[in-house]
Nanobody
Framework: QVQLVESGGGLVQPGGSLRLTCAAS????????MGWYRQNPGKQRELVAL???????NYADSLKGRFIISRDNAKNTVWLQMNNLKAEDTAVYYC???????????WGQGTQVTVSS
């Protein structure tokens, strides 16, 4: 089992920045991918960014250039730096980890990000 705890969400004005943190604990040796998703009520959860153990990162096309994912494999931690935030970035942001063996997908509890003036 892997436990994921997110932090860093909050209220920010348009144009501002936030940095989210996700720390993994438990059986972390098998983690291969860590990443971020977001969701608004009534909508599907969507990919924000993810990073492989190798350091390869994938981003939602619409977020490239504004959001940056980083990861410390030794600390089992992933960050999401969000810049030039817009109202449409408002959502609950979830951390996700994929474990290869035994195979599993784990989610954090989510952290609310609200972009509003």
């Amino acid at each position: 089992q892997v436990q994921l705890v997110e932090s860093g969400g909050g209220l920010v004005q348009p144009g501002g920045s936030l940095r989210l943190t996700c720390a993994a604990s438990g059986s972390t040796d098998g983690i291969t991918v860590m990443g971020w998703y977001r969701q608004n009520p009534g909508k599907q959860r969507e990919l924000v960014a993810l990073m492989m153990n190798s350091g390869t990162a994938n981003y939602a096309d619409s977020l490239k250039g504004r959001f940056i994912i980083s990861r410390d494999n030794a600390k089992n931690t992933v960050w999401l730096q969000m810049n030039n935030l817009k109202a449409e970035d408002t959502a609950v942001y979830y951390c996700r980890a994929i474990v290869a063996s035994p195979p599993g997908v784990y989610w954090g509890q989510g952290t609310q990000v609200t972009v509003s003036s």
